[in-house]
């Protein structure tokens, strides 16, 4: 039986490394869109892997 009142997922305080991550994605990507830096295809490549690392980070734990 589900109980409707209790929610699945409750947020929690981001961990400061997750933090940091995200902050550094987030400056380069302003730099991109406001055409202040165009990304050698190296740098594309690293940003992507840091985007995906942010979202493993980030994703809850089921069962935690």
């Not at 940091?20 to 994605?25: A, L, R, S, V």
């Amino acid at each position: 039986r589900l109980d409707w009142q209790r929610p699945v997922w409750q947020p929690k305080e981001i961990p400061s490394g997750l933090l940091g991550k995200i902050q550094q994605e987030l400056e380069t990507a302003d730099l991109v869109k406001f055409a202040k830096w165009k990304p050698a295809p190296a740098e594309i490549i690293k940003t992507n892997q840091l985007a995906k690392t942010i979202v493993e980070e980030a994703r809850p734990q089921v069962g935690v």
